[in-house]
């Protein structure tokens, strides 16, 4: 029986997986799947040890809180990957989790690859080097990276974005706006603050501020039943907001398409926001200390942290961060959008909605596929 194994964590990386697992099947329908993953993975058909979310951390000072159980919880599934002796071990994203085990098990012979390359554009760019020592391949989503890569010997390839191949390019506005039961003409807002507990509890507060100042309708997609939670926990401090607000399960894109404006959480949902051609500020905001330490050592190396920007290489939407993360400049950056920025936006989201999209789950597999 020849079995990978697949380590992924949250929301995205469950998505991504689950093609890529449907890709791998369809080419050898004989390969069994294990390890890490969502709902998606399992729905796809893979063999779940351990849930993803129990990776969902953001931030290095977030994650030293969680070290104890997500060390415990490494060597509980090193020990199961061992035991299974698979063909290969794919870590999608996750790369404070995946990266450790992968170098593990690649100097103990089996063979790695790592799928979603860490943001090395953004920050500590010299991981490249590192990162290659525990992957024998990294499988890009963007196409600027694989360059990245090269510089120190490391190899990379491109492979596209799924969220490109599943989206359309011009979204119908209006059939969303139906699935959803909102009628033509009623401006609506689509806030989303993340997927992570973390992320939502600190961005929350300022984005459903800033919402509770315009006069939309408001949707918000809430990633999983905790992140819900938390959304209508705060929601309660503000019956006026609650009032005229749908918490959906899911459904972001079908909120992205039917939206007049979104406030976004910097991250695969700024990315989402942009694909569906939809207005936007993005927001990004961590743990005091975090930001503190990646101030004072100079990580962060890029001008921009949002996908959008960095894939256009101009500030085409607003980025606000920490303490600058109010609801009035929320506010102010969404009134800030003219029929000019907008029609200068969507071709440039077009354009980089058509090189993005190149069939990932696809040549994702055939790239794991020939490296085995």
């Given amino acids: 029986m020849r079995t990978l194994i697949l380590c992924a964590g949250e929301a995205s990386g469950d998505a991504l997986g689950a093609s890529l697992i449907a890709a791998l099947r369809a080419r050898e329908p004989e390969l069994q799947f294990a390890g890490i993953g969502g709902p998606a993975m399992r729905a796809a058909g893979m063999e779940i040890w351990f849930d993803s979310q129990q990776l969902a951390v953001m931030g290095l000072v977030e994650v030293l809180k969680h070290l104890p159980r997500l060390l415990r919880l490494r060597r509980e599934f090193v020990a199961r990957v061992r035991a299974a002796r698979p063909i290969a071990y794919i870590g999608i994203d996750a790369p404070d989790f995946n990266l450790p085990i992968e170098r593990r098990l690649r100097s103990a012979g089996l063979r790695t690859l790592h799928y979603v390359s860490p943001s090395i554009w953004a920050w500590r760019r010299a991981r490249a080097k590192s990162i290659g ?211 200068r936006f969507e071709r440039l989201a077009v354009d980089i909605h058509r090189l993005l999209r190149r069939g990932a789950a696809e040549r994702a597999a055939d790239a794991v596929l020939g490296a085995l």
């Fill in 133 to 343: 020592e525990c992957a024998d391949k990294v499988l890009c989503l963007f196409p600027f990276e694989p360059a990245l890569y090269a510089r120190y010997g490391v190899a990379a390839t491109f492979v596209g974005h799924p969220f490109a191949d599943e989206m359309p390019i011009n979204p119908d506005r209006a059939a969303a706006r139906a699935r959803l039961s909102i009628r033509d003409g009623v401006p609506v807002l689509a806030v989303l603050p993340g997927s992570r507990r973390g992320e939502v509890a600190r961005l929350a507060k300022d984005f459903f501020a800033a919402a509770e100042a315009t006069n939309a309708q408001v949707l918000i997609p809430a990633a999983n039943a905790e992140v819900r939670t938390i959304i209508e926990h705060a929601l309660a401090d503000r019956p006026t907001l609650a009032a005229r607000t749908r918490v959906l399960d899911g459904q972001m894109r079908d909120a992205l398409y039917a939206c007049d404006h979104a406030i976004v959480a910097s991250g695969t949902a700024a990315l989402e926001a942009f694909l569906a051609k939809r207005p936007m500020v993005v927001g990004y905001r961590i743990a005091p200390l975090t930001f503190w330490i990646v101030k004072v050592f100079g990580l962060l190396k890029a001008p921009y942290y949002s996908l959008p920007n960095k894939l256009a290489e101009d500030p085409i939407v607003a980025e606000i961060s920490q303490n600058a993360l109010t609801p009035d400049a929320l506010i102010k950056e969404l009134r800030a959008w003219d029929a000019s920025r907008l029609a």
